[in-house]
Structures are given as structure tokens and as C-alpha cells.
């Protein structure tokens, strides 16, 4: 795991998680906003103790902080022991960033997904959890952005993530892609380039005199499993091969995410034109 560090005229800018698909395209957008071409300080660490590590960083800041917490929960797969291990962990970090006074600001990445599941989960617990701690530990002022799948290419590992990226990475190497679900299972995706300008666009322009808010990004346009192999079959000329697992019911569910309480801010994705794009890089060796 690995937390960036942002010199900006307010202060430092700390993103917990900057190594994984969101973190990796954060940093890039928040980087371009503020004009600046690197990260002022990077440091890797186990995700086991992150919470003591980055408490540490910023405790040390001489100068004013805000925090963007980007760490990964695992999805609706993590089990009942990961669950209480996070929670634990996410509770000693915002305690502790809570009590620091010049922490002026919390900005954590949530799923909407989980928020607006009907059916119980250690994931849907872990996030509603979160997102409670926040709101009761860290007084300086907080944001929760919610976000439905997201797809895309690790910015510095260059995996695939996300159904939309599996897919494409797999339909191109030949292989069948085993899922959980239904092919008429329809959830709302978002490319993680996409979303992660907004949402660096939302920490940089902040209101100063707003210290709560909740905010659900999501697409125009929800797609089932079958829509998206369908402009995987667009995109490649070649159908994906699909080995569909049997699952528990929150794989089948399908998600609406105008269901959400909150801000909801609804973006244009263009699967097709993702796909394309990325397609190209493909063929010409390279990964983004």
C-alpha cells in the first residue's frame, strides 16, 4: 500500500492508497490541478498497519492537512474476518486523524454500490460502518464520495480492473472470463480516468464553509452483463467468452444508484469509446 504526499499552498494533501485503481488516477488528476508534475514524498507500508503508519505521517505535518482516503475493502466478496479487521483498522485511522488539529479536512472513497444493496454483506456493513466512524470521529469536516463500479487499468501496475477492463484484457488474451451473476444483472459503471477527474475536481474547489456532505457519482446509463459483452463483441469483433459461477444473491442483484440519499452527480461514460481507446493501446503493446 502506499499514501502520496502533495505540497499545495494550504498545506499537504495526503491520499491514503495511492497505488490502486482510484489512488493511481487520483494522484494523476489532483497532480494536474495543482499544476505539479510528482508527488512531494511517497511511502509504501503493508496494508496490515497502515492506520498506525499514515496517523504518524500526519501527526508529523508542521503544516495544515487534508486527508484523501482511497483504500481498497475488497468488494462484495471480503469475508466476515476482513470486515471487522478493516472497520478496526479505518476506526484507529480517523481517531486518530481526528484528533489532530491541523487535519482540516477528510475526503473518503465509499461504494454506492454497497449503500444501496438490499441484501445484507460484511461489505455493506464495512462501508455503512465507515462511513458512520467518519461522521463521529473526524470533526474537523468531512466528504463522502460514493462511487458505483468502476473499470480501468491500474495507472502504475497496469492490471485490468473492474468487469468492463476484465473483460477486454481477457477477450483479447483469449481467455473465458469467470463472473458471478446474471447475464441480465445491470449495474451502473464508471471509468475510473473519469470519475477521478470529478472527483479531484470536488477536493480542489470545496466550499471552505462546508464541513459535512455526502456526494454519489454515477453514470448516465446502467449496463447488464450482457449489454457489456456485447460492446466488448463491438469493440474486439470477438464474443467473450463467459463461464458464469453460481453466487450469492447480492451477485445477482442490480444496482439503481438513484436510489441514493445525498448530492448525486450523474456523469456521461462511453463504454464503447473506453474500449476503443484501450483496444488500440493494447495492440500497440502498451497498457495506458
Not at 491541523?102 to 449503500?115: D, Q, R, Y
Not at 469467470?178 to 477521478?196: I, K, M, P, V
Not at 456521461?268 to 473506453?274: A, L, P, Q
Amino acid at each position: 500500500m502506499r499514501t502520496s504526499c502533495i505540497e499545495t499552498q494550504q498545506g499537504k494533501l495526503f491520499i491514503i492508497g495511492s497505488n490502486g485503481l482510484i489512488g493511481s488516477w487520483l494522484e494523476k488528476e489532483l497532480l494536474r490541478e495543482f499544476k505539479s508534475e510528482t508527488a512531494t514524498q511517497q511511502w509504501q507500508y503493508t496494508s496490515r498497519n497502515y492506520a498506525e503508519v499514515n496517523t504518524r505521517l500526519i501527526e508529523r505535518c508542521r503544516r495544515d492537512s487534508e486527508v484523501v482516503f482511497c483504500g481498497g475493502a475488497g468488494g462484495f466478496s471480503i469475508t466476515q474476518e476482513s470486515y471487522k479487521q478493516q472497520e478496526e483498522d479505518f476506526e484507529y485511522l480517523c481517531r486518530g486523524i481526528g484528533a489532530i488539529d491541523k487535519t482540516k479536512h477528510f475526503t473518503c472513497i465509499s461504494s454506492l454500490g454497497a449503500i444501496i444493496s438490499s441484501h445484507e454483506s460484511p461489505y455493506k456493513s464495512l462501508i455503512q460502518s465507515r462511513e458512520r466512524i467518519l461522521r463521529n470521529t473526524v470533526k474537523s469536516g468531512y466528504t463522502i464520495v460514493r462511487m458505483p463500479s468502476l473499470y480501468g487499468y491500474n495507472r502504475i501496475t497496469g492490471q485490468a480492473r473492474g468487469l468492463v477492463a476484465v473483460l477486454l484484457a481477457d477477450s483479447l488474451s483469449n481467455k473465458a472470463s469467470s463472473l458471478f451473476g446474471r447475464l441480465d444483472t445491470s449495474r451502473n459503471y464508471l471509468c475510473s480516468e473519469t470519475s477521478c477527474a470529478s472527483i479531484a475536481r470536488t477536493i480542489i474547489h470545496r466550499p471552505r464553509r462546508l464541513r459535512e456532505r455526502t456526494i454519489s457519482f454515477m453514470a448516465s446509463k446502467n449496463y447488464t452483463i450482457r449489454e457489456l459483452c456485447s460492446e466488448v463483441t463491438r469493440a474486439v469483433h470477438r464474443v467473450p467468452m463467459i463461464r458464469l459461477l453460481e453466487g450469492q444473491p447480492v451477485d445477482c442483484e442490480s444496482h439503481y444508484p438513484r436510489k441514493a440519499d445525498g448530492t448525486k452527480v450523474e456523469l456521461f461514460d462511453d463504454v464503447h469509446r473506453w474500449l476503443c481507446k484501450n483496444l488500440q493501446s493494447n495492440c500497440r503493446g502498451s497498457q495506458l
